[in-house]
């Protein structure tokens, strides 16, 4: 499909240039589909061929869509995202093409290629008369640090620093602390806050809050208190500092460090505020006290506090974790008595305790509640549900929800597309599957590996339907992305037990004639050459964890 798109734009270029200057060259048009047909028909697509023809046309004509440019550069990013790889050569021919706005929107959808991101930064950084804009220092740092190449990070950190071109600001370190953080490297963080001195940044009390939050959203509560003790005379915390600590304790279920915490607050003179008492609350009921949260809460007038509408959730939360859908919905009534609405999430907390317990007559009727409130469900309230039709291979109940996602103008994503597609093929129902793949692009869904690999080891799995394996397998290759390997491996395997070992080496040709230098790497797992079982059992695992799971794991990564 990828090279079927560039015949297409190299013909267009080359008939648009050739018909205007034939005389000149004493070439004729019609020629040049013959031309390239050639080249197609005999196999000479190598990554030099590509490169050529890709600098001939841009060469002869000022290409005036920047959106094809940032495409095209950021398929250069990913088929060269190795070390080894010479990115600078493939980079080389949109030199002329080069501007701040784009190098920008280049880096923003390359946030997961570190390394390549890097090294295009630095491509660009050489060009003549180009300089980066302040944006694009900044959207680097969080990719670098977000990608965990911390020894680049602190290199580019520290020459900025000496060309003084660019200013480092605090934001900047609050992002170097959430990639320490999601890295599980808190003392990291801490040095990293220790040293903002070295680049010209006094760190205040902002950024030690910074500091303690980026460690307590990935529960290193323990590190950052033992900092926080070590530092408080030096700053001056404010309720929002103890808040963030309270809820890192809370989260880990430890009401006895919160309550010492809100002790201590109060001892120093900060006035307690409805955040503080909310996340007290939240905390004892995570320790498993929700009769002793329910006490506080009664005292919440004589503190001249009101409960808000988290106050209330904390309380849907607490009864859904204890299975108790009554006592949920009773609180949700009394919120509706004193008008106060509750986040999606609440509500999604109360539909996925419908599923859970069969009752999706009352899931369906709280979508219906959500809607008329004024509150729009998201994509993981109807995957709570989509996850129960497609388990128990309820097709038609499935695709209604679908179709009523579309009418609530919300969007499918990765989870609802993989759960759906999963199930359409166990059942058989091929030409519905085929029909949903192709309507995804429309819905402004562009299928990842996870989403190739459902269609392909669905496929292999079914009797009759390998060639339907390879060719959504080629699709993924023409496309660029990289399959896992275990998807290779069982494809593989597949059509050896069917004694078709000619079409292994077919597709594994059609692997190293890919752009990408990564699926050129893959190719040795088509072939054989190398043992893959140890490097695709986190991939099987995605591919076939039940959909429930895969569901409810990727929504508590995401909040």
């Known amino acids: 499909m990828a090279v079927k798109m560039f015949l297409f734009r190299t013909r267009t270029s080359l008939s648009l240039f050739l018909s205007q200057h034939s005389s000149s060259l004493h070439f004729q048009p019609a020629r040049v589909s013959s ?43 990913s088929d060269y995202r190795s070390p080894h790889h010479d990115i600078e050569s493939a980079l080389n021919p949109f030199s002329n093409e080069i501007s701040t706005d784009l190098v920008e929107q280049v880096l923003k959808r390359c946030k997961n290629l570190g390394v390549s991101a890097y090294r295009f930064f630095l491509w660009a950084e050489n060009l003549q008369n180009f300089s980066h ?39 900047n370190f609050w992002n170097i602390f959430r990639a320490y953080a999601r890295a599980n490297l808190p003392g990291d963080a801490i040095r990293a806050f220790k040293r903002m001195k070295e680049f010209d940044l006094k760190p205040g009390i902002t950024d030690l809050d910074n500091l303690m939050f980026a460690l307590c959203k990935r529960k290193l509560v323990k590190p ?28 880990l279920g430890d009401s006895d460090e919160t309550r010492k915490l809100f002790d201590e607050m109060l001892e120093r003179g900060c006035k307690m505020d409805l955040v503080a008492f909310n996340t007290l609350l939240e905390s004892i009921c995570r320790g498993g006290k929700p009769a002793e949260a329910y ?23 607490a009864a859904c974790e204890a299975d108790d859908i009554h006592s949920a919905i009773r609180v949700l009534d009394r919120m509706k008595r004193y008008n106060l609405v509750p986040k999606v999430f609440t509500f999604n907390t109360i539909i996925k305790l419908y599923v859970k ?20 469900p998201d994509v993981w309230s109807y995957n709570a549900i989509l996850a129960f039709h497609c388990n128990r291979t309820e097709v038609n109940q499935a695709l209604k929800l679908i179709s009523r ?67 959504f397998f080629e699709m993924m290759v023409d496309e ?53 079982d140890g490097v695709s059992r986190k991939e099987d695992e995605e591919v076939q964890k039940p959909m429930w799971y895969e569901h409810c794991e990727s929504e508590s990564s995401d909040g």
């Open 480 to 532: 660029g992305i990289p399959p896992y390997r275990s998807t290779c491996k069982l494809l593989r395997d597949r059509l050896l037990s069917l004694g078709l070992e000619e079409k292994t080496q077919i597709l594994a040709d059609k692997m190293q004639r890919s752009t990408s230098c990564t699926i050129q790497e893959l190719s040795s797992t088509m072939k054989g050459e190398e043992d893959t």
């Open 35 to 77: 031309i390239s047909s050639s080249f197609s028909a005999n196999g000479f697509f190598t990554n030099n061929s590509l490169q050529f023809f890709r600098y001939f046309s841009q060469s002869i004509l000022q290409r005036d869509n920047p959106t094809n440019d940032v495409n095209e550069i950021c398929r250069v990013l």
């Open 295 to 317: 006490k506080l809460f009664r005292e919440m007038g004589s503190h001249n506090l009101k409960p808000d509408a988290f106050t209330y959730s904390i309380f849907i939360h």
């Open 357 to 376: 317990n069969e009752q999706l007559d009352e899931a369906y009727l709280l979508l219906d509640e959500m809607i008329e409130g004024g509150v729009n």
């Open 405 to 471: 996602m579309e009418k609530d103008s919300c969007l499918p994503d990765r989870h609802t597309y993989n759960m759906l597609l999963k199930m359409l093929i166990r059942v058989g129902r091929f030409d519905r599957a085929t029909s949903v793949w192709e309507s995804m692009g429309e819905k402004g869904f562009f299928p990842s590996a996870s989403t190739y690999a459902v269609m392909v080891h669905g496929f292999c799995k079914k009797k009759g339907r390998t060639d339907d394996a390879c060719n």
């Open 133 to 171: 804009s302040k944006d694009s220092y900044d959207i680097l740092i969080n990719i670098l640090g977000g990608n965990k190449q911390f020894p680049l990070l602190w290199d580019f950190l520290t020459e900025i620093k000496e060309d003084g071109i660019h200013q480092l600001r605090h934001e």
């Open 224 to 251: 950052a208190q033992e900092f926080f003790d070590k530092v408080k005379l030096e700053f001056d915390p404010s309720p929002k500092t103890y808040t963030i600590l309270m809820m890192g304790w809370g989260d």
